[in-house]
């Protein structure tokens, strides 16, 4: 795979987000519906896996053969986007967890992975769709965060035994995980703990937490609830 060298489909999802004027590096051509970044040397738009980009920031809209300098594109961000997938052991599936990191392999294809380092995050992945593209989430505040390394990761699960194991996440010594009961079933416990004992460090996805349901302080083992998680740092 390769970036593009025509205009591909925007591929939004529901209205519009957010849409600013960027400058464009001299000579550089956009295309209408690639992911676009900021040169991070000047700021300077280019192809978001271009060398010495930053992470993408959203989408162009209009399309410029070779930027004049000066020449500013239309940039949307804040909105879901269509992307193809990966291949093989690189792409998403329906087992893939909502808000899990995606990664630009070119400016249109998004790897779960990146690639033992080589790739840089684009945003958050948003589920799949019938024909295997998938949907990502871009914004300009999850490249600032992915600049500042200062990820944040999401998603849902249920407990079973009151027990839930997570893997396949990013996580630090400083990470705060935060766990939110979204419907309770079985004998539900009043809050779900993540102890320090059953956290796993490890960067790139190669972490992992076991979420624990207790019940005034024991263990409830029939709890069986959703819950949300977010991983902050």
């Given amino acids: 795979m390769s970036n593009s060298t025509s205009e591909i489909p925007l591929g939004g999802f529901g209205q ?26 000047d700021g300077l738009l280019v192809p978001a896996t271009a060398a010495g980009a930053g992470p993408a920031i959203g989408k162009a809209v209009q399309t410029i053969a070779a930027a004049a300098a ?18 093989s052991t690189d792409a998403f599936s329906e087992a893939s967890l909502i808000g899990a990191p995606a990664y630009l392999y070119d400016d249109h294809t998004v790897y779960d992975n990146d690639a033992t380092g080589t790739l840089q995050q684009c945003g958050t992945f948003e589920g799949m769709e019938a024909d295997g593209k998938v949907r990502v989430h871009l914004s300009a505040e999850c490249a600032a965060r992915v600049l500042a390394g200062f990820p944040i990761q999401r998603g849902s699960g249920t407990l079973a035994a009151g027990v839930l194991a997570v ?8 990470s705060v995980i935060v766990c939110t009961r ?7 416990g ?19 937490f076991t979420a ?16 949300d998680w977010v991983i902050v740092g």
Avoid: M, W
């Avoid at 020449?71 to 879901?80: P, Y």
């Avoid at 979204?182 to 539900?188: H, M, R, S, V």
């Fill in 16 to 41: 519009d987000g957010r849409r600013f004027h960027v400058p464009v590096k001299t000579g550089q051509a956009i295309y209408y519906g690639t992911a676009v970044a900021q040169q991070l040397s």
């Fill in 167 to 174: 893997t396949g996440v990013t996580l630090t010594a400083t």
């Fill in 70 to 87: 000066g020449e500013r594109c239309l940039v949307e961000t804040d909105r879901s986007y269509a992307f193809s997938n990966g291949t």
């Fill in 190 to 208: 009043d809050e779900i703990r993540v102890p320090a004992a059953d956290r796993t460090a490890g960067v790139l996805g190669t972490g992992g």
């Fill in 182 to 188: 979204k419907t309770e079933a079985g004998t539900d």
């Fill in 212 to 227: 624990r349901a207790f019940l005034n302080g024991t263990a409830a083992t029939s709890d069986t609830s959703t819950f």
